[in-house]
């Protein structure tokens, strides 16, 4: 498919924060980014066979060992009406031990046990002289364009996207989870950003597939009202991962405030959380990875003063970061055909940089 530019590269500037070198979650040190994508088939839907319009995202806090060098997490519920793997664990505990895995609705559970194989051939001791392991797979659903009862991400797709993994630019829109996903009546997907706040990054990726086209904001402006009707096909109301990384030192708590802001971000778009909706947050720190085994009883770790101005300025960070990445899913995202003939077309970028007020 062709390229198509960011926001940003077209002159659309969202917030008053600096991006990072690669205004990307990669920017975060030690994050990295994978997808594999699964295009397959063409004209009418054969539940079972396709065609097939979907993939996989991975996203890994550091490149070593999880399961032995977890790292601080919080999940934030903005809307309940998803399919998650592993939040609970991640609510109850505050850490993450496992690669984070989007895809599809009902191939969360094939996810989750590719990533769970990955985790087994990593760590011979889980389930044997230690504990168990907690997958986390995110999904949305992505049936206007794919097969979804075919199920069609397996095991060693996702064992694929984890070993080509990136700490490199991220490939935006219509990609691996992204590739089936609609957004504000449009082609959505994939899309990242990042801030640098008092010497730390915030770096988010989002899987969007939510929102009506009458409520798409971008940069203030009220575009999805003013564009043209024709250019939309039918309104979606759809779900939202969110993917907030930093290397701020912060506890599972303090993340868990940094995860809430991000729905600030999600809001200025014109998103509401329709009442079907999977709109989830998952926030992570690598700043100090928590050992999986330890010598001493107690752990001592360095976290963010709350008293000082910072913990605000990476609320403002956050918001930022999301409501940017969103609009650079919408900006990248290419026209899909999916099964059925049904047709997700790419935002009209033209019309809409004309309907926005560009910063300078």
Do not use: W
């Amino acid at each position: 498919m062709e390229k198509r530019n960011r926001a940003r590269e077209l002159g659309v500037t969202i917030g008053t924060l600096t991006p990072g070198q690669m205004n990307s979650i990669t920017d975060v040190p030690g994050v990295e980014v994978g997808h594999l994508s699964l295009i397959c088939g063409e004209g009418k839907l054969v539940p079972g066979k396709g065609p097939v319009r979907t993939g996989v995202t991975v996203i890994k806090p550091h490149p070593g060992n999880l399961f032995l060098n977890k790292v601080p997490a919080a999940v934030h519920v903005i809307n309940g009406v998803g399919k998650t793997i592993g939040l609970v664990q991640i609510a109850e505990l505050g850490v993450i031990e496992t690669p984070i895995v989007l895809t599809n609705t009902l191939s969360a559970g094939l996810a989750a046990d590719g990533l769970i194989e990955y985790m087994l051939n990593q760590n011979p001791d889980i389930g044997v002289t230690t504990g168990s392991v907690n997958p986390v797979v995110g999904e949305c659903n992505d049936s206007f364009l794919n097969d979804l009862r075919g199920r069609h991400v397996r095991q060693e797709h996702v064992l694929a996207a984890l070993a080509q993994t990136s700490s490199g630019p991220v490939e935006e829109g219509s990609v691996g989870a992204g590739v089936g996903m609609s957004a504000f009546g449009y082609k959505g997907g994939i899309g990242t950003s990042s801030r640098i706040v008092s010497g730390y990054t915030i770096g988010v990726l989002v899987l969007v597939n939510c929102g009506r086209k009458e409520e798409l904001t971008i940069a203030g402006s009220p575009v999805g009202s003013l564009l043209s009707k024709r250019t939309a096909t039918m309104d979606n109301y759809g779900s939202i991962m969110i993917i907030v990384a930093t290397d701020a030192p912060l506890s599972a708590r303090q993340l868990g405030r940094l995860a809430k802001r991000a729905t600030h971000g999600l809001a200025r778009t014109g998103a509401n959380s329709s009442h079907g909706s999977g709109d989830i947050v998952i926030a992570f720190s690598t700043a100090e990875p928590i050992p999986h085994y330890s010598a001493s009883s107690t752990l001592r770790l360095t976290r963010l003063h709350e008293s000082g101005p910072d913990i605000s300025r990476l609320f403002c960070g956050v918001a930022e970061a999301t409501e940017e990445a969103i609009v650079n899913g919408l900006f990248t995202a290419q026209t899909v055909i999916g099964r059925d003939g049904n047709r997700r077309v790419g935002l009209p970028i033209s019309e809409t940089l004309a309907l926005i007020t560009i910063k300078t």
